[in-house]
């Protein structure tokens, strides 16, 4: 049986989750993690099991790099860690494992499950995909080289979390040994037998399955391979699409038969679709059109989706957003056109600024502020942003906005926006010039991409 790896969390950033230096009510979640960590450890370790964890101390790309430095293939590794959001009703347990991969899933599920028997008061968010984490993917669930799960085990701004944790944290630890031990057991390979003679038998090299490819609905004629779970395809499909190989990390690549495979998961962060049949054991690739090539981050164009796919987008995200804004899609999908910016960006930008409309302690949803817009006027009411008539104007302010800092063009409308004014017109044509202008968030834009990646996945688009 190998060994778990455990890491507290770690500095910088990864999606939502924060630096861990934070101080949230007097109390750094990096000292509430390496508690828990603790008390799992002990557990396990009462149990027989073999631990490693690496230092809090280490970033997300160090503590990747001590783990995979060290790590054989019956290992597994486990991050924890807190989430903070805008609202302070968001609470309970998810763990995150990586997107397409029913294996993984399953493991995840039984992980929260014996966590949330453990302390029924958790509210059990379940098992969820990478993908749909606020910048697309984690690196704890791709990178690391052996089955590795990221769990987030409350919300830090959740005071009924934060105390649960405190009050109950033994509690917690069981149940996270519980899962883990589960997870280790299922994992363990059979020990090599050896002979009366005290020598060990001929171990035959390991061998993965093979697994189809279908790439743009055609069938690709190599093959690709399954990996403890996670599909790779030949490195040579990766340069014959066009792509930099080199932006795929290496952590993501293995050799086998003196072939170099690459996980295919990596290949949603180069705008290509991959979805795992395992009934039929084929790995659907679709590469986004070559018209959206260079154009997917371009704030002035033309949108790709329709008015039903934005819609079904917001259902398939916050189904009770549509209650009181299913006319969002048409009137940013039309406010858009009119100035001539991409309506599939700003509609995927709000979503990021509001959270799917269930906005935050910032902006209220009554002034519809669709994008957190400041108020422009000096006073003290301007802290709670502006404030707009109704969604139409909202949105329009929030198209005028945009296009005051991608364009130098005029409007064709009155203006609305509060600060159209006040930007330095045309300085950020592209997604990438709004981080550190729009938002402090240094991720900012990847966050935005990644939900027109989801966007047009679920649109069928690529």
Not at 318 to 339: C, K, V
Request: glycine share 6%; charged share 20%; with cysteine.
């Amino acid at each position: 049986m190998g060994k778990i790896f455990i890491s507290a969390g770690h500095g910088g950033f990864e999606g939502s989750f924060r630096d861990l230096s934070e101080i949230v009510s007097g109390v750094t979640d990096t000292a509430e993690l390496a508690a828990t960590r603790d008390l799992v450890i002990a557990e396990l370790r009462s149990r027989g099991l073999a631990i490693a964890s690496s230092s809090e101390d280490l970033n997300l790309t160090e503590a990747i790099a001590w783990i995979n430095e060290r790590a054989t293939k019956e290992d597994v590794a486990l991050s924890l860690h807190f989430d903070i959001v805008n609202s302070t009703e968001m609470r309970g347990a998810t763990t995150y494992y990586i997107t397409n991969n029913a294996i993984r899933k399953r493991q995840a599920e039984i992980l929260t499950n014996a966590i949330t028997k453990r302390v029924p008061e958790i509210a059990n968010r379940g098992a969820k995909a990478d993908a749909i984490a606020s910048i697309g993917s984690l690196s704890f669930c791709r990178q690391i080289s052996i089955p590795s799960m990221m769990l987030e085990l409350a919300f830090s701004n959740s005071s009924q979390d934060r105390l649960l944790m405190q009050t109950r944290r033994r509690d917690y630890a069981i149940g996270i040994a519980d899962g883990l031990q589960a997870w280790i057991q299922e994992t363990a390979t059979t020990i090599p037998v050896f002979t009366p003679s005290n020598r060990p038998q001929k171990i035959k090299p390991t061998t993965y399955p093979e697994i189809n490819i279908n790439l743009n609905g055609q069938s690709y004629e190599e093959k690709g391979i399954l990996v403890v779970g996670n599909v790779y395809v030949p490195a040579d499909l990766v340069d014959r699409l066009g792509f930099d190989l080199s932006q795929i990390p290496l952590n993501c690549r293995i050799r086998y038969q003196n072939i170099v495979y690459v996980q295919a998961i990596s290949l949603r962060e180069l705008n290509t679709s991959v979805f795992w049949d395992s009934a039929t054991r084929t790995l659907y690739l679709k590469t986004i059109f070559k018209v959206f090539t260079g154009q997917i981050d371009q704030i002035m164009g033309v949108g790709n989706t329709s008015e039903v796919q934005l819609l079904m987008f917001l259902k398939n995200n916050n189904e009770s957003a549509l209650t009181n804004y299913g006319d969002l899609p048409h009137l940013y999908r039309e406010e858009a056109a009119i100035e001539g910016v991409n309506h599939d960006i700003a509609f995927c930008q709000m979503c990021v600024e509001t959270n799917f409309l269930r906005f935050s302690q910032s902006v209220e949803p009554e002034q519809n502020n669709f994008a957190n817009l400041g108020s422009g006027i000096s006073s003290a009411k301007s802290l709670s942003g502006a404030s707009f008539t109704d969604q139409r104007t909202g949105v329009r302010a929030h198209i005028q906005h945009l296009k005051a800092y991608a364009s130098t063009a005029p409007l064709f409308q009155s203006v609305v926006s509060p600060r159209f004014q006040l930007v330095a017109r045309g300085v950020a044509p592209v997604a990438s010039k709004l981080t550190g202008r729009w938002s402090i968030d240094p991720l900012y834009d990847r966050k935005i991409l990644a939900l027109i990646r989801r966007l047009y996945e679920s649109a069928g688009i690529f």
